[in-house]
């Protein structure tokens, strides 16, 4: 279908999406602007379901793998297009301490602690609050103990789609007492379409210099790798599949990239990554206020059954998750993820697309 200029904007439409195992119904909304882009995310987890982005052709690719309906997203274990929350990415030995005082929490990946506990924010249903053409918004009620960490808070995200071809997610919270918090984005993205196979083509950019080494299971151990010489720098474009499966600890250890990298944007809102698919002629930039970027290739994906009839595999998308680094929290020269009492967390990361 070919992607047809409007002249006035589309109102967000709605619809039904299933319902959950607890019978709870789930509702798919989307926002489309007058390129003929379209975002749609469900009120469930509060997940990017689909992203349909002109490519050089003026064609409608939809580049973020997802499922069918609800179902998919309960039972699915690769937070597809869900914002990962309380804290995202990894807690070593799943424990934190704030103001002298020790939580334990879930150990769920290699006595670690992975995108919080299985209470995870992706598998609630999600309020629906403000809401007007271009944006939408989704708050989810999150009580003290929650997760197993300490405050109360609200956690609204904000999806937001401008005339540039841009989506824009907004994190806010103000907690109630001192608490982790460290939000992102779990889409997976394949620019060439989310059914079209390995991403190994696409050419990516970092605007970073280090990445935060890691151990066997994948937890920082604080030192900051100079990139230079390695198949970590993308600072220049570079293939994925260049050096995915090179014989350097890092992808060794992760079974190709699945890293985080240190950006330097010194805390501002400014453009940190970009893909770009020579075939589909789709560019993706990224842009984010936050600390760390953490290039995920997929590398445990494995016949997963998507959308459309897709057959999801190994590397047949790339992650760009933006946050604070992992296992922060036990490492002082990491910026920390400690929000304060009262103090409002907010953040902001961007993917715009253009075509070349």
């Not at 459309?308 to 998750?321: H, P």
Request: charged share 25%.
């Amino acid at each position: 279908k070919k992607a047809k200029r409007r002249t006035t904007m589309k109102a967000i439409s709605v619809e039904t999406f299933g319902s959950t195992s607890k019978k709870e119904e789930a509702v798919l909304y989307t926002l489309t602007n007058e390129n003929g882009m379209s975002a749609s995310i469900t009120n469930y987890g509060a997940a990017l379901v689909k992203l349909n982005v002109p490519d050089k052709e003026g064609n409608l690719r939809d580049v973020v793998l997802g499922y069918d309906d609800v179902t998919g997203y309960e039972k699915g274990g690769g937070s597809f297009g869900a914002p990962v929350g309380r804290n995202a990415n990894r807690i070593g030995g799943a424990v934190i301490t704030i103001r002298d005082k020790t939580y334990e929490l879930e150990k769920n990946d290699n006595g670690n602690n992975l995108h919080s506990v299985t209470n995870y924010y992706n598998k609630r249903i999600w309020n629906v609050g403000e809401k007007t053409d271009s944006k939408i918004e989704f708050v989810l009620h999150s009580p003290d103990g929650d997760q197993g960490y300490p405050g109360t808070l609200d956690m609204h995200v904000t999806y937001e789609l401008t005339e540039d071809n841009e989506l824009r997610l907004i994190y806010d919270a103000v907690p109630d007492q001192d608490t982790i918090i460290n939000m992102t984005n779990h889409s997976y993205f394949n620019l060439d379409g989310h059914d079209s196979g390995n991403v190994l083509k696409e050419l990516v950019t970092l605007d970073a210099d280090y990445f935060t080494r890691a151990d066997a299971q994948s937890i920082p151990t604080g030192e900051l790798v100079d990139v230079t010489g390695t198949p970590m720098d993308f600072r220049m474009p570079r293939a994925l599949g260049e050096a995915i499966d090179a014989d350097y600890e890092a992808v060794r250890l992760g079974k190709g990239y699945d890293h985080n990298w240190v950006l330097k944007n010194n805390g501002k809102f400014d453009k940190v990554a970009q893909a770009v698919s020579e075939k589909s002629g789709i560019v993706m930039e990224v842009w984010t206020d936050l600390p760390g970027i953490q290039m995920y290739t997929a590398n445990f994906l494995d016949n997963e059954h998507g959308k459309n009839g897709a057959v999801y595999g190994i590397r047949d998308a790339v992650c760009f998750e933006t946050q604070y680094f992992p296992d922060a929290v036990h490492h002082e020269n990491f910026a920390s993820p400690i929000c304060k009492k009262g103090m409002p967390y907010h953040t902001v990361t961007s993917y715009k697309f253009e075509t070349k």
